[in-house]
Structures are given as C-alpha cells and as structure tokens.
C-alpha cells in the first residue's frame, strides 16, 4: 500500500503537471529557420540587425526557436532576398525595401524615399500612424509579412572626385546611385549608375564614375573612397531615415504560434533600437578619421537641394498617375511629413539647434 | 491489479512527456508580478508605456508571465514607486529616474539632464556606448535593475501667465518645475515650486505661480493651461530626450529564468519605440488645437537659454565635486554629448533643416 499509495500520489502529480505541458510544447514548438541578410558580413551595422533578431528570439525561447543568418550570396544574392522570401526558399530575410522598385516603385516608400521622413518620424508612421497596417496589404501581394527592425538614420550624399558649387556642376555627373534617387537626380541632369558595392572604389578612382552614395562614415570609411573622391558631401536627401525590414514567408509567419509572432515582433523591435543606436555611436569616430584622412566635408549647394526636390514632387505625381499603391503610400507619408515637420521645428529642432551651437563655442 | 497497471502507465505516460516539458516548464513558469506606474491612467501615451510592456510580455509567453500594471497611487504614490521596487512591495515600475534624485543626483542623468542628450543620442548612449551598464552598477546600490522602456522626446519649456522677453523676465518668477531643472533655474532667478499634476491649474489660475512645466502639446492640453497662461514656450531645455525606465527588484529579475530576462528586455524595447512613435503621433494634433485656441508659441530668448546652459554647467561641475557617481555619469554624458553633435549637426540637421524650410514653404 505504501507503494501503491505513492505511485497514486505521483501519478496525480504529473497529471497535475501535464494539464500545462502539450500546451506548452504546442506554443513553443522547435522551429528552425533561414533568414537572408542583403548584406556581407563585413557591414557588421546593417548585417548586424538580423544578428540581434535572431539572437533576441533564440534567447526568448530557450533555443527553441531559431533564425539562423546568412550574408548576401550564401543562399542568393543580396538583391533576390524578397524573391527567396516570396517563394520560400528561405523563410525570411532582412533588407531594405527599396531595393525592389524595379517590380512595384511602392516598396520604396516604407523604407525611404527622397526629402522623407527622418529615422523617428519614419518609426512614428509605421508603427504608430497607421504606415505598418497600409503595407502589410501591399506586401501580401509578394505573399510576404514585414516588420521594420532597423534604420540607419540620415544618411551621407556620397563622394566626389570634384567639388560641386552648383546644380549645373551635377549635369552629365556619373553617379553611382540607384532607386528612386537615381530617377530623381536623373530629373537634375545626373547620370545614374548601378554598380555592386566592390565595384564603386575602382570605379571612381579611373574616373569612370565622378561620385557614389553609401550609407555614412562608418560603413563607407571601410571602402575607402575618401582616397580616391575626397569630397564628401551630406545630407544624403534621399534616405533621411530608411527603415531595414525583416520580411518573413507569409504562410510561415501565418503557422507561426501566435506567442513566436509575438517574440519576433519584438525582436524586431530590439533590431531597429540597436541597430540605429549602433551607427549613432560608430559613425562618430570614423567622421573624425576621414576628415583627419583629408576628406572635405562639405552641404550639397542649396540650388542642388531645391532642384532635387522639385524633382522629387514631379516624380511623384508622374508615379502616382499609373500605381494606385504608390499614390496612397505617397499621400499618407506626405502627410506624415507635413505634421510631424510642423511639431518637430518646435522643441527638438530648437533644442538641436542649441546643443550643436553651444558645442561649437566650446 | 488492473487499476494498478493503469496507474503505472499512467505514470510512465507522464514521465516520457516529462522528458520535455520540466525544462520547459523551468524555463517558461507561472510567474505574475506587479508594477506600479508613476503616471496616473489619463496620462495614456506615458501610462500606455507600462501597457505596451505588460501586454507584450504576457502575449511572449501565453500569459505565463504576467505583469499587472497599476496607476499612480493605488498601491503607493507615484514617486514612491522606486521605493516600492526595491523593497520589495512590487516587482516593477515603470518611472522617471529622475524623480530619486532626491535620494542621489546621479539619478537624472540616465533620465534627461538640462542640456543633455535628444531622444535617439539618449538611446545610442544607452544601449550601445555604456550608458546601461555604467547605471547598472548604480541602481544596484538601490537593489534595482533598471532599462529604458520610453521617451517623450524633447519636452515643451512650459505655459507662462506673461511673455518672457529676456533672462531679467525669470527673476522671481514663480514656476512649477523640481529637481535639477529648478536647481538650474534657481539659478537664473527662478523660484522652483513643487506641485502635483492636479494642482498645477488652480495655483497659475490664481495667479499663485507664474509659470509651469508639464510634457508637451497632448499631455498638456488635458490640463487646459493655455486658458490660464497663454505663452507656451519651447524648447524644454531640461528635457532634450527624457527616457522613462521600467525597473525591477534586483532580487527579482536575478530569480527570473533566461528566457524571460530576455522577453522583458525585448518588451522594453517594444515600449520604448511604441511611446516615443504615439507622442510624435498625438502631439501634433493636439498643439494645432492648442494654437488655435489661443496659446502663444514662443521660443525662449536666447539669453535664457544661454544663462542657463552656463548655470547647468555651474550645478554639474558643484555636484561631480561632492558625488562621484554624478561626475562619473555626467562625464559620461558630456562626452557623448560632444561627439554625438559633432556627427547630427551633419546628415541629420542639414536634413532636418531643409525640410523644415521646404514645409514653411508649402
């Protein structure tokens, strides 16, 4: 009876136990995934997002849920990520959604579009003003779910073998730029030029381009333009604050568990903090280097701003006539854009403003 | 017998599944905790904050990990909150650093300091140039853990009864504003007053102050002072990127399994961007209304601006010269300060400014 009696009391025991468990196991099943990264390795900032999000959800779950990451190239090359997301040769990859104007010019628009919104407006639209909820209709029509997990903040304009003074100085200028950009400096008299990243510092330095838009001195810094096109101008108007998305398989992001599309979200979440709060820390010292190296720092010319602009509008409205998708992602940034300008002119620019004076009185 | 087989397979039943599930189970456990809110419900963008947290972590984990928030006030006052957590009364509160400094002036700076860091720099900082594990080492004197779960932005300077022309104007002038904020104030000529929310109306009402601060256009308008002190100034100089933390009992988080140390991580990064996202949303609106119905926008003159910003640098030199934690936090601070704006007064504010003239512009 005393064993009898105990086997009872343990038996009850894990019946208890197991009223939770197959629960358990069902929410937080083994999953294994592949996530694409358009980028290599070596731009440890921007490849270094889909490295948090996917340790933030291997930490969140004990492992049991695993993203594994790979640079451009080791499954398909960096600009096919949406396509082997699409047709689920991977189940997610990391990139930026501009990338993909060549099937629909509206994939530009949630991550960056010329004279757009800065990396916190950016943030503000998507995931608080309703921009999240507009995409996801566009995105399911490349049968993918998209989250914003990443952003670099306003980018550099790229550089130059010789100085620019004005607009004219822009015609007939090769230039290494793709996108939405190249068409809208295109309108300015620029000769936009699509070249892989390894391509750009030999290109320059025979002169077969006269300039080239990176990303910012962190990451440019690596490719060593500064020695072969030493003017480097700013801002870079066409990604005032572009959003990195991580993009995931519709149907595998509908299968997920609902508390795994919980964790991935705020993976992403994670992703896009670290990964702007990482190039605002390391931009700062290789600024200082490549002007220490000779590089000359310099605004694009005011007349530049303003033709580019110009030309920015009529693009739109030429864009907006033929792709309904376009004009509603295109009106609801516009007015984003207006409203949230508007209020940050008051407190953050005025405290901006402040601080970058004061700092250069010493 | 044949009851006593059943048992026995029974148990053997559970004990297969149980290979599974106890790790399971100790990693994901039923665990429930409390947090106290120093904000009260109406307040719901930073309110909201504690939310956002809450309900990310609960939806993380199927509900196994619960963390139910409570207002200001219904379990202690909302600046006892910090006492609350490392006590032991509560696991958690969601709070503004700066409230303890009371107890310590280092407890401002990883909140928001009078000319401190704007809202992403207060990130970067933070999470990725040692600003969280530099105050790691100090709230653990205070048996806390503590990371940025929000931000407001930068903050508005306040409604004022009269126009302030010059720093002569802040002589005497009663204003409601506490801890280093007044203490910098106080020395242009202020006269700090402490008053809760509720209170604030009645007392610039009556004439009792002359001026007060709150948060920014949404927050402020549901305290309707622009009926009583139409001249809203900007910017908050003692707010530039004020971020709000949720901190918990050391004890407690030390006691949590792997797992969920890292779903409350990632659901502070959740609340950070979500709060930070809602009042860039909200407080446009909300300051068109507050224009329209009367309040007076006014930048401070530059004089107060400038008095204060070398009273700022008078009270951190006074207090890094009787407080090593505030020196070894304000250096920190500073150091940052001067290379992060360094770096924004380049891609970031010629953008910033270029759109901000575009958008006057039409």
Redesign the interface.
């Known amino acids: 009876m005393e064993r009898?009696r105990f086997?009872?009391t343990?038996?009850a025991g894990?019946?208890v136990?197991?009223i939770?468990?197959?629960?358990?196991?069902q929410?937080?099943p083994e999953v294994k995934w592949r996530l694409t990264s358009s980028f290599p390795k070596s731009l440890d900032t921007i490849y270094g997002g889909a490295e948090t999000l996917s340790k933030?959800v291997a930490?969140?779950?004990?492992n049991r849920f695993q993203i594994q990451v790979f640079a451009a190239g080791e499954i398909v090359p960096g600009l096919q990520a949406l396509d082997a997301v699409s047709n689920g040769t991977v189940e997610a990859c990391h990139t930026v959604s501009y990338y993909y104007v060549g099937k629909d010019p509206t994939f530009a628009v949630p991550s960056s579009v010329p004279?757009g919104l800065?990396?916190?407006?950016q943030?503000?639209?998507?995931?608080?003003?309703g921009g999240n909820e507009l995409f996801e209709k566009f995105y399911q029509k490349f049968n993918v779910y998209a989250l914003p997990a990443g952003n670099t903040?306003?980018?550099?304009g790229g550089w130059f073998r010789k100085e620019i003074k004005n607009v004219a100085d822009m015609s007939g200028l090769k230039m290494r730029i793709g996108g939405i950009a190249g068409q809208v400096l295109q309108k300015i008299g620029v000769v936009p030029q699509q070249i892989a990243g390894g391509d750009i510092y030999p290109a320059l330095e025979k002169g077969t381009i006269d300039g080239a838009e990176w990303v910012?001195?962190y990451d440019d810094e690596k490719l060593g333009f500064n020695k072969v096109a030493p003017f480097y101008y700013?801002?870079?108007?066409w990604e005032?604050g572009p959003a990195v998305h991580a993009m995931f398989n519709l149907g595998k992001w509908n299968e997920l568990p609902?508390?795994y599309k919980?964790?991935l979200?705020?993976?992403c979440?994670?992703a896009?903090?670290?990964m702007?709060?990482?190039y605002?820390?390391v931009?700062?010292?290789a600024?200082?280097r490549l002007v220490g190296a000779g590089a000359q720092?310099r605004?694009f010319p005011a007349d530049v701003?303003e033709a580019s602009?110009r030309a920015s509008t009529e693009l739109y409205n030429e864009l907006s006539g033929r792709n309904p998708d376009f004009k509603a992602a295109i009106d609801a940034m516009r007015a984003i854009?207006?409203?949230?300008?508007?209020?940050?002119?008051?407190?953050?620019?005025?405290?901006?403003?402040?601080?970058?004076r004061?700092?250069a009185r010493g």
């Open positions: 009898r086997i009872k343990a038996a894990a019946a136990g197991a939770a468990s197959p629960a358990i196991a929410s937080m933030a930490e969140m779950t004990d004279f800065n990396a916190r407006m943030n503000a639209w998507l995931w608080q003003g903040g306003a980018q550099m910012g001195p700013y801002p870079g108007f005032g609902k508390a919980n964790i979200t705020a993976a979440h994670q896009n903090t670290i702007q709060a990482k605002d820390i931009n700062v010292p600024l200082k720092l605004p701003m602009f854009r207006g409203d949230s300008y508007l209020w940050w002119q008051v407190a953050e620019y005025t405290f901006d403003t402040f601080m970058i004061a700092r």
